[in-house]
């Protein structure tokens, strides 16, 4: 999904034309801090009311004919640049990045997000279940969890299909990501603590308790004693734990003989 226009169909582009909308996104801009980095500005639908913000603005836009036509109408502190965000060289000082995402390379460009270091905060509008999961709403997805340690999700709206030109066939959701201050997990463990995540994630067990019985061969007094100090259910899954928890597993398993 994109900014108002004529979306073309080889860089999955539905323009964001809801005036309700694009306010709400640029408030919860306003609430972040440093230069700001918009993934695919379109027609400037965003960019133009967050420049009013006053903060250094770059558009990372992959179709030629929207940057020429948005490059006229931008002021001094808006800089244009054509390229394919997922090759775009981000800034190595503390910044926000915008985008509203095509929904045929979000996981990708999330992914590439995560993996980035530097930026404090992201205002994302994606499919309204792609906001959801990544939010951890009715449960996290193994992704989420495998970046809570490092990362606070939060989910900010749904916005209908009718918000967009042309009108993508389902509606779409606003969610932010957060890098905490403080990580949950040391990063040099987030090898062992991703893995941990998988292997929970991908058990055999008709809930959390035998799964990682099974997972943590010959821990199984420890398994239940974790549980029970936790507050978790034996029949609760993986989806269930919280960023807290998750944590917690990593360390206390880091401390078992």
């Known amino acids: 999904m994109r900014t108002h226009g004529a979306g073309r169909h080889e860089f999955g582009q539905n323009f964001l034309s809801d005036r309700r909308t694009i306010t709400h996104v640029v408030d919860l801009v306003s609430r972040t801090e440093g230069p700001i980095v918009e993934i695919g500005p379109g027609s400037g639908a965003l960019t133009l009311p967050m420049a009013a913000?006053?903060?250094?603005?770059?558009?990372?836009?992959?179709?030629?004919?929207?940057?020429?036509a948005l490059r006229r109408r931008l002021p001094e502190h808006v800089r244009?640049?054509?390229d394919d965000f997922l090759r775009h060289r981000l800034p190595r000082g503390p910044h926000t990045v915008v985008g509203n995402l095509p929904f045929d390379r979000t996981t990708a460009m999330l992914r590439r997000l995560l993996?980035?270091?530097?930026?404090?905060?992201?205002?994302?509008?994606?499919?309204?279940?792609?906001?959801?999961?990544?939010?951890?709403?009715?449960?996290?997805?193994?992704?989420?969890?495998?970046?809570?340690?490092w990362y606070?999700?939060?989910?900010?709206?749904?916005v209908p299909a009718t918000?967009?030109?042309?009108?993508?066939?389902?509606?779409?959701?606003?969610?932010?990501?957060?890098?905490?201050?403080?990580p949950l997990v040391d990063p040099g463990d987030r090898r062992a603590y991703t893995d941990l995540v998988h292997s929970v994630f991908t058990?055999?067990?008709?809930?959390?308790?035998?799964?990682?019985?099974?997972?943590?061969?010959g821990r199984s007094r420890n398994v239940r004693r974790w549980l029970d100090e936790q507050r978790i259910r034996s029949a609760a899954l993986p989806r269930d734990l919280t960023a807290a928890q998750?944590?917690?597993?990593?360390?206390?398993?880091?401390?078992?003989?």
């Open 115 to 149: 993996h980035t270091e530097h930026w404090t905060d992201a205002v994302l509008l994606t499919q309204w279940e792609v906001a959801r999961r990544r939010a951890g709403v009715g449960g996290a997805t193994m992704m989420t969890a495998q970046w809570w340690p």
């Open 53 to 68: 913000l006053g903060r250094p603005v770059t558009g990372v836009e992959i179709d030629p004919r929207l940057v020429r």
């Open 80 to 82: 244009l640049v054509r």
């Open 152 to 158: 606070r999700f939060g989910l900010e709206g749904r």
């Open 163 to 182: 918000a967009f030109t042309p009108s993508p066939g389902v509606d779409g959701g606003v969610f932010t990501i957060a890098r905490r201050a403080r």
């Open 203 to 217: 058990g055999r067990g008709r809930g959390v308790e035998q799964i990682l019985n099974r997972v943590l061969k």
């Open 246 to 257: 998750w944590a917690a597993l990593h360390e206390e398993i880091g401390s078992w003989p």
